[in-house]
């Protein structure tokens, strides 16, 4: 496992243990707790947790397709500030193929994470053919030419 | 990819500016022009100049002088935070993508700043330890021996947990 994937994992754990704890104070307080939260985390993060045949470069972002709770988010947005990372939550901002496939890939007492599959992640880049994203449409095109078809389709939201 | 790219992302993942797995961060002596000639290979890397400039120049070696030759640069850090100035693109970058990174990284510095306190240990070592130490120092460019000891402990620790 990549340092960067156990990097991001251990953030998860942290923000699930600093739920439970949470919990245990809302419990004292008689107040409502904090509900499971599932995190679909999208873009480039997304390729980097998937295993690839390259190692594909990404920025500090955590994209989300999510809405999350405010103090989750509040809680996880410092956690990843210690990594250097920051979390994008915007998922009206973010265009992704009908249908995306997400594989779930933690699932802890009160939180869940699923990715997007590369596949859908390029196509999601296809679609707008920004010029930081050209060499990695090339990269994945390259070791799986057999996807291109696909990928193009689903670009085009079919 | 090419050794120009590979030593620039190298030194970005240290920065906490890109990340890419397989490679180390490592805080390399890198130039301007090293990083405008390897983003030609990964173009993200055009998102992280304006934001090391900004807020860190002094990781970027000999910047002042490349500075002046590089006007596209200048003028675009320069009015980078005010879009009705700045051009719309930061070579065929989306100026925002550049903007995002330089907040999030001036973020990320500030949040490390106010965590960073020193304390002060007294150790025993023997003289020629000390010259020992001082000749490391030396070799791996650091400016003073609590530096160098504060590598050596983080490349061993991340050495053991592999």
Known sequence: MSFFKQELLSVFHQLNELMEERNQELRKMGSLLLKKQTLKIVGQMALLLNSLPFSPTSTMDLDTVSKLDFWVQQV??????????????????????????YDKILNLSLVEVWVASP???I??????????????????????PQQKEKIIKRARGK | MKPVTQKILERLNYEKLLMT????????????????EAAKEE???????????????????????????????????KNIFQPKLRPPK????????????AENYQRFLLHKKSKTKFKTFTFRLAEDEITKLKKLSEKIGKHNLSDTLRTLVAEKLRELEG
């Open chain 2, 21 to 36: 797995p397989g490679l180390h961060p490592r805080k390399l002596r890198i130039t301007l022009e090293e990083m405008l």
């Open chain 1, 123 to 144: 196509a999601s880049k296809y679609r707008f053919k920004r010029k930081k994203d050209e060499q990695l449409i090339a990269k994945y095109l390259q070791a799986f």
């Open chain 2, 43 to 77: 173009a993200r890397i055009y998102t992280t100049i304006p934001a090391l400039i900004l807020f860190k120049p002094t990781g970027i070696y000999r910047l002042v002088k490349d500075l002046e030759k590089q006007s596209k640069v200048r003028e675009f850090v």
């Open chain 2, 90 to 101: 930061f070579f065929g970058i989306e100026a925002q993508d550049c903007v995002n990174a």
């Open chain 1, 119 to 121: 596949e859908d992640v």
């Open chain 1, 76 to 101: 996880l947005e410092n956690l990843l500030l210690e990594q250097g990372m920051h979390l994008e939550s915007d998922p009206h901002l973010i265009w992704m193929p009908r249908n995306t496939q």
